[in-house]
């Protein structure tokens, strides 16, 4: 049956484009915004370095719960109501985190902000591509993934900024403006979803197990190096509530009338693939994103406004290089785009694993940028592969699986890198200080040196030697963290390759350019 969807044109249609675009981007730029701000909210509202850190957690949790329900709830209260409801709730919990004057006032409106915006997310991208018609598909995919590529980056150097000009506040109320204005434009621009039907019944079980699920699993990710992984009781107990609450979800969404979440869509074997590809891209680029900050902070000096700096020039690499791709590559097997994106990403990690403590900014550019053109081969294909088969009721509930699968994907990887570097940081500890002795004469030189050094300014001699033994452990500390995240970037380049055979398995139709779309 031929598709008779009618789609915006015109100018409606890319003041739609825009305003759901803004709004996903506002939410992703909110989960970054504050990482770079939490040291002065610690210190504003009193609290310690592991409390502040639930700042960060509680809109993780709220995210991850709600992305994968976020279709059944637009069918539930319609899609204008849900997404534009959406925008205010996430507003008004923003203005509230700004007036917050204590911990977990703060913490609870975080969760309502990540709840909110999860929802924005993943509806979000359902009405961007589900605005362009299927020859014009790539389109859609393009236009939003160039927005989910530049807010994450974006956010940390605006948090900064607005910290050190402002307040930590501002980071908050800078969204209610924005969040006023979205709304106002997504209740004018989005209209509901044709075809939707509105569940009889609501699967509170499933609702209820999958938030267990998501829930339990996030705050092990996040708060696992903290209590040491699975040597803390309180991790093993979350790890298996989430665990014996992914079971019950399942064995309920495939035996239920009405699911909270459509399992049965994973019978479309590319939905599966792309949301593989797209969990482990998930784990291996935000794991190689997380160290390099701390790579260039901790190893090698660079303030983290250089740092943000820094990922900005790969970012607007990136966003150049998608728009090339689609114009010089319209036809090519997405096949070869994805495995040509992940050779580049794979060649530009191993320089990175070379890195010496005299390593500049100049040794990091060119391997940045071919990181990020190859990130542009694969981000918006990543995403075609996943849902480009389907449309309507279907592509709402898929577009929230593909996010949730992402999202886990990244959290999983900063989770896996954390754990790495802490072992790697002890084996290298290991073999670098055992040559460090008082039979040493290279180690005994270094200290008389630095010993010299601090009785030149004026300390004694006890003092001097004191000081100089702590400037020769902060030496090994940078030593062995420099030699550990090389380990990383060089175990993440190895993995990247186990893509190529999921890549490969990808069913493409023949003498298409775009994939099919079903009738519905």
């Excluded at 911990?103 to 975080?110: A, P």
């Excluded at 006023?180 to 979803?193: A, E, M, P, R, V």
């Excluded at 072992?423 to 073999?431: E, L, Q, T």
Aim: charged share 10%.
């Amino acid at each position: 049956m031929a598709d008779e969807t009618q789609y915006p044109t015109g100018a409606a249609k890319w003041i739609l484009v825009l305003t759901c675009l803004s709004c996903a981007v506002m939410e992703l730029i909110d989960s970054t915004i504050v990482n770079v701000s939490l040291r002065e909210i610690s210190g504003n509202i009193g609290a310690s370095v592991t409390e502040i850190g639930w700042v960060s957690t509680a809109y993780g949790i709220g995210n991850v719960i709600i992305i994968p329900l976020s279709g059944m709830l637009a069918n539930l209260i319609g899609r204008k109501r849900y997404f534009t409801g959406s925008v205010f709730v996430f507003t008004l919990a923003s203005l509230l985190c700004g007036f917050s004057s204590g911990l977990w006032g703060l913490v609870i409106w975080r969760f309502i902000q990540g709840l909110a915006g999860g929802g924005l997310l993943s509806t979000a991208m359902s009405i961007v591509l589900g605005a362009f018609p299927p020859e014009q598909a790539k389109s859609g995919f393009l236009v939003f993934a160039l927005g989910i590529m530049l807010g994450p980056i974006f956010g940390p150097v605006l948090g900064g900024y607005i910290t050190d000009t402002l307040s930590w506040h501002w980071i908050f109320f800078v969204n209610v403006p924005l969040g006023i204005i979205g709304g106002l434009l997504s209740w004018k621009y989005i209209t509901d979803l044709e075809g939707a039907v509105k569940p009889p019944k609501i699967d509170w079980a499933g609702i209820a197990f999958i938030a267990m699920a998501l829930g339990s699993l996030q705050y092990v990710l996040e708060e696992g190096s903290i209590h040491d992984w699975f040597d803390s009781i309180e991790i093993r107990i979350f790890f298996a509530i989430s665990i014996f609450s992914f079971i019950a979800f399942i064995w309920r969404e495939l035996t239920t009338d009405y699911p909270a979440v459509d399992l049965k869509l994973y019978k479309n074997f590319n939905l599966v693939l792309g949301n593989l590809i797209g969990l482990m891209y998930g784990i291996m680029a935000n794991g190689t994103l997380f160290i390099f900050p701390l790579l260039a902070q901790v190893s090698l000096g660079w303030t983290a406004t250089q740092t943000g700096e820094f990922l900005i020039s790969g970012g607007i690499a990136s966003a150049i290089g998608m728009i090339l791709v689609k114009k010089l590559f319209p036809g090519t097997n997405v096949k070869i785009l994805m495995i040509t994106g992940l050779i580049l990403v794979i060649i530009s990690l191993l320089p990175m694993g070379f890195v010496s403590p005299d390593s500049t900014g100049d040794q990091f550019f060119w391997p940045f940028i071919l990181r990020n053109i190859g990130v542009a081969f694969i981000a918006p294909n990543m995403i075609g592969i996943a849902v480009g088969t389907l449309r309507g009721k279907d592509l709402a509930q898929a577009t929230g699986l593909s996010t949730m699968t992402r999202q886990l994907g990244g959290a999983i990887g900063v989770a896996i890198i954390s754990i790495y570097t802490t072992k790697s940081d002890a084996f290298v500890r290991h073999h670098l200080a055992g040559s460090i002795t008082e039979f040493s004469i290279a180690t005994l030189e270094r200290i008389s040196l630095f010993a010299q050094t601090f009785k030149g300014i004026g300390y004694a001699d006890d003092q001097a030697t004191q000081a100089a033994y702590k400037m020769l452990e902060m030496i090994l500390i940078k030593q062995q963290t420099l030699i550990s995240y090389n380990h990383g970037f060089l175990s993440f380049a190895c993995l990247f390759i186990l893509c190529i055979p999921v890549i490969l398995l990808i069913k493409t139709p023949e003498n298409k350019q775009e994939p099919p779309v079903d009738a519905h």
